[in-house]
């Protein structure tokens, strides 16, 4: 079973800086099958990026994903107000895992 | 364009079992490759697999919880069922269903997900 482990657990940043996330997997993940979601409080997860670089339908493109193997990263170019939130990682090369997810919040 | 919506008791007893229908529109669970999934997340904590079925019947559960977990589908009614058995505080946590696509290999990512419900475990 593949465990993911996300770092930071929580990004202090403020709008318009970059923010990168890092997922990092026990082992390697196959043709790159992970994917990262954002959840706001109260919310469900909404999916960003599969495949680990490709954007979901209507994901505005500040929002990139990049890596293979066992080392991820999300990187947010430029935060707008609406990004502060939790992010999950998960891979589904076989049985379904999710990271421990990494809280940008505002500095 | 797809919705799934969770429904079930909000409050169960210990030792109890729980039985969550996920009711979805915008697809069929009967078209090659699609599947639906459950996720549960404790306050406050991580988003934790439990299971997916697919169109052709094929369940797959989570290592840890599988000997309490059942999923079924009922393809004519759209909806998708799970059930825990001897339910414990714990497990308080909401729970989400999802579609899913497994078109190169029977895992995907989730998308769109439910609204979640959250269900209580408590004397």
């Known amino acids: 079973e593949i465990v993911l482990t996300q770092s930071p657990g929580t990004l202090s940043l403020s709008p318009g800086e970059r923010a990168t996330l890092s997922c990092r997997a026990s082992?390697?993940?196959?043709?790159?099958?992970l994917a990262w979601y954002q959840q706001k409080p109260g919310q469900a997860p909404r999916l960003l990026i599969y495949?680990?670089?490709s954007r979901a339908t209507g994901i505005p493109d500040r929002f990139s994903g990049s890596g293979s193997g066992t080392d991820f990263t999300l990187t947010i170019s430029r935060l707008e107000p609406e990004d502060f939130a939790v992010y999950y990682c998960?891979?589904?090369?076989?049985?379904?895992?999710f990271g421990q997810g990494t809280k940008v919040e505002i500095k | 364009q797809i919705t799934l919506k969770e429904s079930g008791p909000t409050l169960v007893k210990p030792t109890q079992t729980l039985t969550l229908t996920c009711t979805f529109s915008?697809?069929?669970?009967?078209?090659?490759?699609?599947?639906v999934g459950w996720i549960r997340q404790p306050p406050g904590k991580a988003l934790e697999w439990l299971a997916l079925?697919?169109?052709?019947?094929?369940?797959r559960y989570s290592p840890s919880l599988k000997s309490r977990l059942t999923i079924t589908k009922d393809t004519s009614k759209n909806q998708v069922v799970l059930t825990m058995t001897n339910m414990d505080p714990v497990d308080t946590a909401t729970y989400y269903c999802a579609h899913s696509l497994g078109l190169v290999i029977k895992w995907g990512w989730f998308d769109p997900w439910g609204q979640g419900t959250l269900v209580t475990v408590s004397s």
């Open positions: 915008g697809f069929s669970l009967s078209t090659s490759g699609v599947g």
């Open positions: 495949g680990a670089s």
């Open positions: 079925i697919y169109w052709d019947d094929d369940k």
């Open positions: 082992q390697s993940v196959s043709s790159s099958y």
């Open positions: 998960q891979q589904y090369g076989s049985s379904p895992a």
